[in-house]
């Protein structure tokens, strides 16, 4: 960084910093011959002295699980919540890689700076391996985040005090204005966690919930935007939303109003429910003139939403087509719960029953799918499927 691009105030802004990041070891005197291509900005982040020298990076302790998708997010009864402050070393080869000019002199940062391309992979990694090395059990990483939970209270006590035994032999530094230990629920990235039932973050919601009705187009298109957002917390969102969306007029008429005030509503009283995967699950579909919407269910219990507009020629589609289109984005949506498990659909489409029926009493179909692939002569893979299947199909599922 030459004298002469910036001027003297942010200069000696600039020197200052990397004065104290030599004197606390977050940069170091480099030895090659050019720096490496790096934008260098003028208000660059004073250090935090609560950092500690180590081979991790800031770490955040925090309470919950991976939302609805471990098995252990159901028996939850107490969280630990802390943050851990380490610095993320570089290793030797890659520090010079880092390196800067500034005050006359080329420097190299110690410490993994902001703006690397593959800084928060790599940190990832390191924090996955700090866990797996150490044998934490129900800690889970997640960046500068790490969740240590318990089924109850002695459990949660001993993997803390694991977690506790594991960063000291790391010379790991807690910070402990960020610690919580021992809740039942807790906020995390945008979610309320607690007593088997998880709700939006209301911090997070606090923006929405205290917005005015929209009075322009691009302040009504911010409010859908922002309703979006959080679609999956509300039961046919997107038949609820309509009339905002088609409102054009300012200020709103009264059903767009009625919609914006109940919409904010339902999502302050929005929550879902655990998944447990040891019960049974149930998809229901529904599909209006204008969207498809379906819920998955357990004990009579929502445990996710899903909807979604029709568009272009959907509109016109007849109502039959429409359910089954339904069914189709419900069971494509979960398919990770659903896939090689039992469960029930239910729909309000009268037009058709589906029924289970056994093979050995499927004759008359099954004999004419049977005959017809047993005239097939080839050994050959591909033809036989080609023979057997529409071109289409990849899979020869009745093989």
Known sequence: LKNGNIGIRPLLTLSQSVVQKLQISIVSPNVRQKPAPRKIINNLPEPKNRVASMQSGIVEHYSGSCFNCKPIARDLLNRHKKRLCIDYSQTEADQKYTAFEANGRLDHFRRVPFGVTNGVAVFQRAMDKFVDEEGLKDTFPYLDNITVAGRDQEEH??????????????????????SVESKSSINLRGYGIGHGVITP??????????????????????????????????????DKIKPLMKAVTFPLDSDALAAFNTLKK???NAALQHVDESLPFVVECDASEVALSATLNQAGRPVAFMTRMLHGSELHYPA???????????????????ARRHFTLKTDQRSYTVEYRPGKDNVTPDSFTRAFSASISSNNLEEIRIGSCHPGVTRMLHF
């Open 320 to 338: 039959v087509e429409k359910e089954a289109m339904a069914i189709v984005e419900a069971v494509r949506k979960w398919q990770h719960f659903l």
């Open 157 to 178: 006590d001993e993997n803390v005090q694991t977690f506790h035994e594991a960063i000291r032999r790391r010379n790991l530094t807690l910070n402990e204005t960020k």
């Open 266 to 268: 339902e999502f302050g």
């Open 201 to 238: 973050d209301p911090e997070r919601l606090r923006p929405l919930q205290e917005f005015p009705p929209p009075e322009s187009a691009r302040t009504l298109q911010r409010v859908v935007g922002m309703f979006a957002y959080y679609a999956k917390w509300i039961p046919h969102f997107s």
